[in-house]
């Protein structure tokens, strides 16, 4: 019977990464031992469908379903030596919330143990990179960070203490690993293959260790992806999610086109830092006396100096920029229909 190495995230710490190296290096990790499941992984290489199949209600058909299980059995059989690595941020999303459970026990009926990986992140960065996610993939967020972190907060998002509790109770063996700078140096394939239940089965080559993918684009871009999505909903109210990714690739495409000096996005106002030190700090340190062999301050020291705030809308910006934001608008909407986006 197989172990199960489940990477659950969480967003913005190299998750698409890791995804990528998994589907790009099957192969090689089966070689280890280690089965990274043929279906139920997306494009990119997450494994959100794989996980809505073993945990039942799911927006998946019941063909898809019955196929990706099907599949993993037949793996499993077929190397009853191999274990079996997944990674999926989905671990997080509201909608799987109540299916966790179900998901952990079709592991338990399957395999033997289940490892799951948590990489955390201190919250000042991390909530500033996400709603730069959110924007530049043109989903919909508050105007500005201080209510998305409200809303996060609100939502118990990034309360890290709490979702590692929860990941115990599910019955998973957890690794927890702080992203801190000595994280990004190694690399996200590099720390998870060097936990000690996957130390030594794969070596991680120094480029490996700096695969980057999806990273956020700057202030600016931010700016002209908020643009194109304003004036997409004026040609198609409706935009699937699927159409806002594909808006958001052009943008990100047009905007290294340009070669842009576009610093990254800052919205972290003496404000937004207060709501996190207050919604976060007895957490944190919670989490670290638990999971974590240092502080939470020593992993993470608070940076001051956080710099200048960014524009955030383009009514912010000088009337040179702002002239270019509507011109690439306008490149990006051009390109969009003659790729049929809007029909």
Same mark, same amino acid.
């Given at each position: 019977m197989p172990n199960f190495f489940v990477h659950v995230g969480a967003h913005k710490t190299g998750t698409c990464a890791f995804q990528k190296w998994l589907q790009l290096n099957r192969?090689?990790?089966?070689?280890?031992?280690?089965?990274? &499941?043929?279906?139920?992984?997306?494009?990119?290489?997450?494994?959100? &469908?794989?996980?809505?199949a073993l945990a039942g209600p799911t927006n998946?058909?019941?063909?898809?379903?019955?196929?990706?299980?099907? /599949?993993?059995?037949?793996?499993? *059989?077929?190397? &009853?030596?191999?274990?079996?690595?997944?990674?999926?941020?989905?671990?997080?999303?509201? *909608?799987?919330?109540?299916?966790?459970?179900?998901?952990?026990? !079709?592991?338990?009926s399957i395999g033997h143990n289940r490892f799951a990986i948590l990489i955390v992140r201190d919250?000042?960065?991390?909530?500033?990179?996400?709603?730069?996610?959110?924007? !530049?993939?043109?989903?919909?967020?508050?105007?500005?960070?201080?209510?998305?972190?409200?809303?996060?907060?609100?939502?118990?998002?990034?309360?890290?203490?709490?979702?590692?509790?929860?990941?115990?109770?599910?019955?998973?063996?957890?690794?927890?690993?702080?992203?801190?700078?000595?994280?990004?140096?190694?690399?996200?394939?590099?720390?998870?293959? /060097?936990?000690?239940a996957l130390a030594g089965r794969v070596a991680v080559s120094i480029e490996e260790s700096t695969l980057r993918e999806n990273e956020s684009m700057g202030a600016t871009g931010l700016i002209i992806a908020d643009q194109v999505k304003a004036r997409a909903?004026?040609?198609?109210?409706?935009?699937?999610?699927?159409?806002?990714?594909e808006l958001g690739k052009i943008v990100r495409t047009f905007?290294?086109?340009?070669?842009?000096?576009?610093?990254?996005?800052?919205?972290?106002?003496?404000?937004?830092?207060?709501?996190?030190? /207050?919604?976060?700090?007895?957490?944190?340190?919670?989490?670290?006396?638990r999971y974590l062999e240092q502080s939470w301050c020593d992993l993470f020291p608070l940076n001051e100096h956080f710099g200048e705030l960014s524009p955030r809308r383009i009514e912010d910006l000088d009337h040179r920029d702002a002239a270019i934001v509507k011109e690439i608008c306008d490149e990006v909407l051009h390109r969009a229909n003659e790729l049929k986006l809007f029909n």
């Open positions: 192969p090689r990790l089966f070689d280890a031992g280690l089965i990274a &499941p043929h279906l139920g992984g997306d494009r990119l290489g997450n494994y959100r &469908p794989f996980m809505e998946l058909t019941q063909r898809t379903q019955k196929r990706i299980i099907k /599949s993993l059995l037949k793996e499993v *059989k077929r190397s &009853p030596n191999h274990d079996v690595i997944i990674s999926s941020e989905y671990f997080f999303n509201p *909608k799987f919330e109540n299916h966790r459970e179900e998901f952990s026990e !079709q592991l338990k919250q000042y960065t991390w909530v500033n990179s996400i709603y730069c996610q959110r924007r !530049q993939t043109l989903f919909d967020v508050p105007d500005t960070l201080e209510a998305y972190v409200a809303q996060m907060i609100r939502n118990n998002r990034g309360n890290w203490a709490n979702t590692a509790e929860e990941i115990d109770k599910l019955g998973f063996d957890l690794t927890t690993l702080p992203y801190t700078r000595e994280f990004q140096a190694a690399g996200i394939v590099k720390n998870i293959m /060097s936990i000690p909903l004026e040609i198609a109210p409706e935009l699937t999610p699927n159409v806002r990714k905007v290294a086109d340009r070669g842009l000096n576009d610093p990254k996005f800052n919205g972290l106002s003496p404000a937004v830092r207060e709501m996190i030190a /207050s919604g976060y700090n007895d957490s944190n340190a919670r989490f670290a006396k």
